[in-house]
């Protein structure tokens, strides 16, 4: 019994200090790739983060996201990705938090205040490559001819782990996405979907 206490004693002081060189790491991070942010944000473990020099990336108030191996642990563990490209705008609003996502913003993606974020989810607003086999295998590919649509996820929705929201969709305020789900179209507010596609599911009770 002693010897488990004093691992947990460790454990504990192990990870405040973690958690204090995360801010710092994450804080450098953040400044230098020009990212409009707060410092009361919440960061356990290190995100990586690149934003083109022609990018944008804001970030409201009470901010939370959990990165890596040891924080959120439900499986598929990895830091958050905040990847942006030239011209294009990635914008997170106040009290949000997240787990181990993935976004990758080329043209615009909105996630409003209160939303909850689950581990694994992944957001693109882009098809990443051309859907035209020619584009495709040329070589060098060619990219001009990628389809980018906006996502906005409005305020107070929840999108369950691991769960894939695709180019073009609006989650209506207060929307529940269910785990593994992959959002292919809008969904309304105050209801739940999932599925693969994502289908309707119920409304919401307010």
């Not at 992944?122 to 649509?149: A, C, G, M, Q, W």
Request: one cysteine or more.
């Amino acid at each position: 019994m002693l010897i488990r206490v004093i691992y947990k004693v460790i454990k504990t002081l192990s990870y405040k200090v973690a958690n204090f060189m995360s801010w710092v790491i994450t804080y450098i991070k953040f400044k230098v790739n020009g990212v409009n942010f707060q410092n009361d944000f919440i960061a356990y473990g290190i995100p990586i983060v690149s934003v083109n020099l022609k990018g944008f990336f804001s970030i409201g108030k009470g901010f939370s996201f959990n990165n890596g191996l040891f924080h959120n642990m439900i499986g598929r563990q990895q830091p958050c990705f905040f990847i942006v490209g030239k011209n294009a705008k990635l914008s997170i609003g106040d009290n949000v938090g997240m787990s181990c996502a993935a976004i990758v913003c080329q043209k615009e993606i909105v996630i409003e205040a209160e939303v909850r974020i689950g581990g694994g989810v992944v957001i693109y607003d882009t098809d990443f490559h051309s859907l035209n086999i020619k584009d495709r295998t040329t070589r060098p590919e060619v990219f001009n001819n990628v389809n980018r649509k906006s996502v906005i996820i409005r305020r107070g929705a929840f999108i369950g782990a691991h769960a894939t929201i695709l180019k073009g969709v609006e989650i209506g305020e207060g929307s529940i996405v269910g785990a593994g789900s992959v959002v292919t179209k809008s969904i309304p507010s105050n209801e739940t979907w999932a599925g693969n596609p994502a289908k309707f599911i119920r409304k919401n009770e307010l």
